[in-house]
């Protein structure tokens, strides 16, 4: 007779095969993330061959210029980008909370619950600030692992970067941060309407917090039940950066003494907080990585420590760096226009998606399209250019103008690009350079996460129409 804990084994069992089977998959298909980047915009230049009146190679190439570094240039958002996930992990790395970590990566007793806090703790941290939770599941992962030597290190790391699922959803939401700016030169709202949407109508929306609580309860479970039974041992080099902290040396000079004045820090942070409260506690893109950077700063003590960990937590963007000119480069092939009057190749795909919604699908449309680009444009603010004029113009043709359902349109954008990412590679390298991983060994357990994420946003954005 089979038993329940029987059944419960058949089903773990199933969904082992089914991430097993990703794995392999991934691991033969998957190029390197930059090679991928190559690839994509090898394919975006096909269609805009074939799908953009008058397009010349003289113009596609002077277009992918000018994302890169043309007017338009994709460098400043890039660069804050870049600085949220460096001040994040400087923060994680902060004395008080590595030894949390150590503390917190000590309490799992065996993988499968190790691979759990990773998540967890990521998810969570993630809907604060998006940098800390992505590198903060992997420095955690990183404990873990040397606390399981026979563990799967690539498991690790994937069970961290699903928590990143929600970052769209929290307090650093670029797109949501941006609505509420009237400022910001991706506040697509307030350019087209002359109204800014607040954090009200976006994330802290019954429809979009209820749907992070079910598909974090749905991906705890799936990480629970894709267990490998293989071993990935992870780099020995992966611990290189992971010793003890050393307290400061006496100061010997005057410039050592300055060095280690912990009241500098606690000035900068004083005057970072001063004029957040100065300026009615608002929250956008600047403001977050200003909180951030004299946070850490605090918590680290000393300018020489600070110093030394930012420097050390920059390294990790290097990836980054590296390829987004790439994705500006997309940016500017998706808006080449050929002819004059000629439909840029962005707002055909998104056209083509939204044609004949009603107020009722718009936003499901608009998140599947928000998949679609985001594996061509997979970062949540430089997608929200390209998408967000298309999916406010539609709703507002079919005569919904309000902050809520506008709100409603860009989370749909948002979430959509929080799903697109467990497929993406592009901000899974940091945490790759971190673990010294190749993104075959890691992928192929994301992948379950982004049929979940695909199931669980999509009906989100077909039942908020009704809530709003």
Known sequence: MTTSSA??????????????????????LMPDPYLFAVILTLIVAGLVAVLVRGASAHGMLTAWYSGVWGPENIFTFAFQMVLILVTGYTL??????????????????????????????????????????????????????????????????????????????????????ANTDPGSPINVIHKTVGFSVPLRHTVFQPYSWLSVMIVLALLALAVWRMEPSERLAPDPAVFDDDDPLVEPQTSTTFAEWLENQWILNVLVFAAGMTYFVVSGFALNIASMIMLFTITAALLHGTPIRFIRSFTAAAKVSGPLLLQYPLYGGLIGLLAYQGAEGSTPLQTVL??????????????????????????????????????????????????????????????????????????????????????KLNVRQVMGFTAVAFVIGLAVMGAMTLVAPWLV
């Open 92 to 177: 994680a790395e902060a004395p008080v909370l590595k030894r949390a970590t150590i503390r917190i990566a000590a309490t799992p007793r065996n993988q499968t619950q190790g691979a759990l806090l990773c998540f967890t703790v990521s998810a969570v941290l993630s809907l604060l600030n998006w940098g800390l939770g992505l590198v903060a599941g992997a420095l955690v992962a990183r404990q873990v692992a040397r606390r399981f030597p026979d563990s799967h290190f690539g498991y690790l790391i994937a069970a961290a970067f699903m928590g990143f699922i929600v970052w769209t959803q929290g307090l650093s939401s670029s797109i949501a941060l």
């Open 350 to 435: 998104a056209q083509m998606l939204v044609n004949g919604a009603t107020p009722y699908t718009l936003p499901f449309l608009t998140f599947l399209g928000s998949v679609i680009i985001s594996l061509f444009v997979p970062s949540g603010g430089g997608h929200w250019a390209v998408q967000g004029p298309i999916a406010v113009d539609s709703a507002l043709a079919i005569g919904q103008h309000s902050p809520a359902y506008l709100g409603l349109i860009s989370m749909a954008v948002a979430v959509g690009e929080g799903v697109a990412n467990m497929i993406q590679p592009f901000w899974l390298l940091p945490l790759l350079a971190i673990a």
């Open 7 to 28: 059944r419960r084994a058949n089903r773990r069992g199933a969904m082992q095969a089914l991430t097993g089977l990703s794995v392999r998959y991934v691991e033969r």
